[in-house]
């Protein structure tokens, strides 16, 4: 059964920083682009970064542009999101997502990805 997990979320304060993980389960990891999505209270899910399954291209919201870092580790199936010079609007549920052979303007559009976790809190205080 395919499954994500995310994992690293926290409290930290302005300018502080976090890494988030995302350790994939039960599917070809190396076969999906990966995408990190975040939620605000009472706000849309909205994109953050992607790396693609074939060329580990990357591609970042321009508000997170310059602070957030998304790589993947196949041999460990987990994708990272390190993220300094943290603000109090970065303050979300941040998910992971699968998007099989993914790909273009796929990547950054959150209704095309196959699979999901759970998510993680990141909170950051000002």
């Known amino acids: 059964q395919e499954q994500l997990v995310e994992s690293g979320g926290g409290l930290v304060q302005a300018g502080g920083s976090l890494r988030l993980s995302c350790a994939a389960s039960g599917l070809t990891f190396s076969t999906y682009s990966m995408g990190w999505f975040r939620q605000a209270q009472d706000k849309e899910r909205e994109f953050v970064a992607t790396?693609?399954?074939?060329?580990?291209?990357?591609v970042y919201a321009d508000s997170v542009k310059g602070r957030f870092t998304i790589s993947r580790d196949n041999a460990k199936n987990t994708v990272y999101l390190q993220m300094i010079s943290l603000k109090p609007e970065d303050t979300a549920v941040y998910y992971c997502?699968?998007?099989?052979?993914?790909?273009?303007?796929?990547?950054?559009?959150?209704?095309?990805?196959?699979?999901w976790g759970q998510g993680t809190q990141v909170t950051v205080s000002s």
């Open positions: 997502a699968a998007l099989l052979r993914g790909s273009g303007l796929r990547l950054i559009n959150s209704k095309a990805y196959n699979y």
């Open positions: 790396i693609s399954w074939n060329t580990a291209s990357t």
